[in-house]
Structure formats: structure tokens, C-alpha cells
């Protein structure tokens, strides 16, 4: 396991600067050792860092997109609940991990998962109500957060006060705004700062991706009553199956893979600015894929998170260690 502090990266696996995340590498075999997955794999190791990472945050995005097309199948707790309950299977496939834990790794573990349903819950109750773009750029406040929220140097404070002032033009009256929207997604967006909190323990009380996938099916099946109570039939209808299916591995399993391999080949601080893009990309997603279109104030708003992000990212300290 690597230690990096500097990002933090995503959803399932991502992020930002100046936090300390655990990247899990595994020291056995995940897959089969196949063809296909010896050609995969050189595919991979043959794509530009940056590269991956921007495939992984647009995976992501256009896995929201069409999460959001699903709603009016299953409703958005609905999708949570084909989302979680997809990307926990292959991952417990995937790792196979043991139940065999220690009460406080069990502890952790069920945090984790617990953060992890609530944060895609909220997350998707907000892009219902919201442009994709929006909700993403306010859920990003998580991590900033966390990146800036211990540190005492005024330039700091200068990039805490350039994200309020985006999300203060987001939330502007130039249009009509679903406050619920806004409130779902600063909820996933303190979820999300609890999730990279979390994810130093995990990482220190679990090995490999076993505790993730457990953390996963606990999500899951934390969700799963509400999934069912909102969508009843509609969580076996074979659109909604292939449908869910899809956005777990467009949010979950591919951004993971490509993100864990660009972590490998580029500096953290690389990554961290790389990522600080992901409302950008969101927004842009939400306009050709949705067709939701943003008001000029809303880009601003859009590009001065990103800014900050970017400045956080870039003006951090340097990481004080990694470990192996």
C-alpha cells in the first residue's frame, strides 16, 4: 500500500490536494490472469497519465449522466441502490475478501460503507434536482475543505473565499434554484470530506481492496431498503439492470482501475490538478450528454472552484512521506 499526501482521489476513489489518501496496490493477483486482461493491461500502461486521469473524471461524469437517465425508471435512490449493489459484487468477486477482522477494522469498515451510501444517496437525490455541472462543482467543496481546512496561511484562506464566492454565483437568483438540490449536495459533500477522512483508517485497518469491497456491500445494503421502498419491481427490470450495470463500472470500476494506474506514473500534486477539472468536465457532460445548459454566471462560478481547487493543489505542502 502507498500512502500519498497531496490527493485524494475519488467517488468511490477520488479527489484532491493536500490530503493524505491511501492508494491499495495489490501484492496478488485481482483478475484472472487472462488474455484479455494481459491486453488490458499493457493498454493501460501505453496511455499518458494525464490521459487517464481525464478518461477516469469524464467515466465518471457520463456514468451521472446516465444514472440521471434512469431515474425515471427507478427514482434516484433507486440507481443507488443498482450502483452499489453492482460495484460491491465485482469488487467482492474481484478481492475476495475475509470477514475475518478485527473489531476496530470492523468498525471502520462499517463507517466507511455507511459514508459511502449516503454520499451517492445524497449525491443522486441532488443531480435530480440539479444541473449535473451544479451539483458536482458544490459537492467538490468536500475535499477543498478538508485540503484547506487545517491550514493556517492566508493564501489559503484566499482559495476557501474564491470557492465561496463560486458556489455564492452558482446559487445566484438568475434563475430558479431547487434549494433541496443544494442541500443534498452539501451533504454528499460533507459526506465526501468524511469519506477522505476515513479513508487514512481503512487503509491502515484493511490490506488490498478487501475492506473497500466489504465497505461497498455494507453501502449497499444500507441503501437497499430505501431502493426498494422508492423502485419496488423497477429494480429488476431488465433495462434498469443493464442500465445500473453500466453505471457502476462507468463510476466505479473503470475510473478506479485508470486512476489507480495513473497514480503509479505522475507526481500527486500532477494528479491533484488533474483532478480540480472534474466540475469542468461535469458541466460539459451535463450540456452534450443531458443538454443542460449553464448560465454564463454559472460557468464563472464553475471555473472559480477550479481555480481554487487548483491553487490548493498546487500551493500545498509537499507530502512528508510515502511508504510502501
Known amino acids: 500500500m502507498t500512502q500519498v499526501s497531496g490527493s485524494v482521489f475519488d467517488r468511490e476513489s477520488g479527489g484532491l490536494a493536500v490530503v493524505t ?177 476515513l479513508s487514512a483508517k481503512l487503509g491502515a485497518q484493511t490490506s488490498g481492496g478487501g475492506g473497500l469491497a466489504i465497505a461497498m456491500a455494507i453501502g449497499g445494503l444500507l441503501i437497499l431498503p430505501f431502493g426498494v421502498v422508492e423502485s419496488g419491481a423497477a429494480l429488476v427490470n431488465p433495462v434498469a439492470l443493464a442500465a445500473g450495470l453500466g453505471v457502476a463500472l462507468l463510476s466505479s470500476v473503470v475510473p478506479y482501475s485508470v486512476e489507480l494506474e495513473a497514480l503509479r506514473r505522475i507526481p500527486p500534486r500532477v494528479f491533484g490538478v488533474l483532478m480540480s477539472l472534474e466540475p469542468a468536465v461535469a458541466a460539459l457532460c451535463g450540456l452534450v450528454v443531458l443538454g443542460q445548459g449553464l448560465r454564463p454566471a454559472q460557468w464563472i462560478a464553475i471555473c472559480l472552484v477550479v481555480g481554487a481547487s487548483v491553487g490548493a493543489t498546487r500551493t500545498s505542502d509537499p507530502p512528508a512521506a510515502a511508504e510502501s
Open 21 to 197: 489518501v491511501h492508494v491499495e496496490r495489490a501484492h496478488r493477483r485481482v483478475w484472472p490472469r487472462t488474455v484479455l486482461a494481459a491486453v488490458a493491461g499493457r493498454g493501460l500502461r501505453s496511455v499518458p497519465p494525464p490521459m487517464l486521469v481525464l478518461a477516469g473524471i469524464v467515466s465518471v461524469q457520463i456514468g451521472a449522466a446516465l444514472a440521471k437517465g434512469l431515474f425515471p425508471i427507478t427514482g434516484a435512490i433507486g440507481v443507488v441502490t443498482l450502483r452499489l449493489g453492482f460495484a460491491a459484487t465485482i469488487l467482492l468477486v474481484a478481492w475476495r475478501p475475509s470477514l475475518r477482522m478485527p473489531r476496530r477494522a470492523w468498525l471502520v469498515v462499517a463507517g466507511f460503507g455507511t459514508v459511502l451510501g449516503v454520499m451517492n444517496a445524497l449525491f443522486y437525490e441532488a443531480i435530480s434536482r440539479l444541473p449535473l455541472g451544479v451539483a458536482v462543482t458544490i459537492e467538490f467543496l468536500g475535499p477543498l475543505a478538508v485540503a484547506i481546512g487545517g491550514s493556517r496561511r492566508w493564501r489559503d484562506g484566499l482559495w476557501a473565499l474564491l470557492a465561496a464566492g463560486g458556489v455564492a454565483l452558482l446559487t445566484d437568483g438568475g434563475g430558479h434554484v431547487s434549494w433541496v438540490g443544494v442541500l443534498c449536495a452539501l451533504g454528499a459533500a460533507a459526506c465526501w470530506a468524511c469519506y477522505i477522512l
